[in-house]
């Protein structure tokens, strides 16, 4: 389940976040923590492949990544 259905399930629901930036200036633009789950999440205003910083992944494999545009950004 995500994080955003948990929220239609419980209204005072409120998930830890924050942004995710390494010394080396790679980045996550927001990260929601549920229940010990890292959701990392991405947005750009143009529709271009999203790679995600390898040392945030290799650090939190069994985490969630997902990215956004303009034209998907309605469903986060």
Known sequence: MSPNQNQSINRNFRPNFSIWR?????EIDYLE???GMLY??????????VR???SFLQTYPEHQAAA???K???GF
């Open 22 to 26: 390494t010394h080396d200036k790679a």
């Open 33 to 35: 923590e549920t229940d």
């Open 40 to 49: 990392a999440y991405e947005f750009k205003w143009k529709d271009q492949k």
């Open 52 to 54: 995600f910083p390898a």
């Open 68 to 70: 956004f545009s303009k």
């Open 72 to 74: 998907d950004f309605e």
